[in-house]
């Protein structure tokens, strides 16, 4: 139900991927809802500009086959397929081992298993699409804490990341907690987090190679961690970029970063191999120091956190936001229950329901993105063959490999079963996905 008494029915605090496709959904699915989202970077009317969002950095995310089903279910596929590679095969396979896997989008009858988009160009596409809703921006502005009401929350905000510039509150049915991996607010709130280091950092950078990646995501482990290549340019260009997520160990990183751009290339050549044929260019290198964080409850009378502030897993399995995606729809298929059914919706019994449908899901995506990185990040010859039968056995038994397939498409999970109001949003145009 919507609340009047309030300022407005949701607060989302965190404008990044998680926060603004939530205040989409939410537009589309329930558009009977108040939304307001808060964010601690400026937003411009017109156009993301390059400094508008950490989340929208020179990043790419590989999008599981599963999450277009969601951004055309929302009206944003055909926008955000204008520059969306469209992933065709994916080549797992072990360095120095003979195993190996190869996964076809024709194999599962589809004519992708997945699509990388950079994330400023998700950005651009969200907000553009956003700004034609009546969603309404608090930016730059942060949201500061909370005091639990009767009936809801009592949001605090203030300017950019200051509490004590501009402060305010308002009023809400429920917040939402989208501020990303380091949440402020989930510590503020006292939410338990499991963190697992896993000792390494992720290397982030876009490369360019002689040979065309032929839409293929190439996930190679390694002794020194994994890497992944996912190709991020129409495959018929001269000179193919993809983007590259390499793990390395501190002291490997430190050593890579203060070396030119030639050595750099040499040294990813070494660890990766002539597949892709050269490495031609490497761009800027970004690093992030990678933890798996997992939260017991993601959910209290009144808040619940979504997005990289309920889960932060390994890159290079690509399954972080496409779980996130999962996740916001299952809540916001319970936001409109509640709505039909005339409860709060921050009641415990609204979000409870919530987390039972998406914890599944999220308990399945975390073991099978962890085992691949525990599985394949042990150099010991023994464990060495045992992953290699693995994988070999993997590319000759069908329903393994369909099983993988499917995970690795974004399928595995339960489907939420929300639409928007008045039908599907897009247009059933022609998506025109680099090719
Ligand atoms: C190297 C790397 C590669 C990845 N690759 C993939 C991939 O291929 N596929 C995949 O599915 N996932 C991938 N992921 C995961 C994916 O990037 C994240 O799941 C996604 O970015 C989650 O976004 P978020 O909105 O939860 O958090 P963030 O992007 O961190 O956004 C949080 C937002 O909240 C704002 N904010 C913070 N505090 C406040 C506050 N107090 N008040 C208001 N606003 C606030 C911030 O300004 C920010 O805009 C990758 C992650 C990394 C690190």
């Known amino acids: 139900m919507t609340n009047t008494s309030h300022d407005t029915d949701i ?3 965190g404008g990044g991927l998680a926060g603004a496709t939530l205040a989409l959904a939410l537009a589309r699915c329930v558009p009977e809802l108040r939304v307001t989202v808060v964010e601690s970077f400026p937003l411009s009317a017109d156009a993301v500009p390059e400094s508008y969002q950490p989340s929208y950095d020179a990043r790419s995310t590989a999008l599981a086959w599963g999450s277009r089903l969601i951004f055309e279910q929302l009206g944003l596929w055909q ?8 992933i065709r ?12 896997t190869r996964l076809n989008a024709k194999d599962h009858q589809q004519e992708a298993l997945g ?19 009546g969603v309404h921006w608090e930016a730059p502005a942060a949201v500061t804490g909370m005091d639990p009401l009767a009936d809801g929350v009592e949001v605090f905000l203030g300017e950019g990341e200051r509490a004590d510039t501009n402060p305010r509150s308002l009023t809400a049915q429920c917040l939402v907690i989208a501020d990303g991996g380091r949440s402020g607010l989930r510590e503020q709130l006292g939410f338990r987090v499991n963190q697992q280091d896993y000792g390494q950092h992720a290397l982030i950078a876009n490369v360019s190679t002689s040979q065309s990646h032929q839409n293929t995501a190439y996930e190679r482990f390694t002794d020194a961690g994994p890497m992944a290549l996912l190709p991020n340019s129409p495959a018929d260009q001269a000179e193919t970029s993809s983007s590259l997520v390499w793990t390395l160990d501190g002291d490997t990183l430190d050593d890579l970063l203060a070396r030119d751009t030639a050595e750099q290339c040499r040294r990813l050549q070494a660890r990766f191999g002539w597949r892709l044929g050269r490495f031609t260019r490497i761009g800027e290198c970004s690093h992030y120091p990678l933890t798996l964080q997992t939260v017991d409850e993601s959910v209290r009378p009144g808040v619940v956190l979504v997005g990289n502030a309920a889960h932060t897993l390994h890159p290079v399995a690509g399954q972080g936001f496409n779980l996130a995606l999962r996740g916001l729809m299952a809540l916001v298929e319970q936001f409109r229950l509640a709505v039909t059914e005339d409860q709060p919706l921050g009641s415990l019994a609204v979000l409870n329901r919530y987390q039972a449908r998406h914890r599944q899901d ?5 073991q099978f993105s962890d085992s691949l990185i525990e599985i394949f990040g042990q150099s010991m010859p023994a464990v060495a063959a045992v992953r290699d039968m693995g994988l070999t056995g993997l590319d000759l038994l069908p329903g393994a490999k369909r099983w993988f397939g499917r995970q690795a498409m974004g399928l595995g999970g339960r489907r939420s079963q929300i639409s928007p109001v008045g039908g599907a949003v897009h247009s059933g145009k022609e998506s025109s996905s680099h090719d």
Request: charged residues 15%.
């Open 89 to 100: 095969h994916i080549h797992v396979s072990d360095r120095g081992h003979f195993g190996a």
């Open 115 to 133: 699509y990388v988009a950079d994330n400023r160009w998700m950005g651009l596409c969200l907000m553009q699409e956003l700004l034609e809703t």
């Open 79 to 86: 926008r955000l397929s204008a520059h969306a590679t469209p």
């Open 11 to 13: 607060v989302i605090a």
């Open 362 to 366: 999220w308990k399945q995506t975390v």
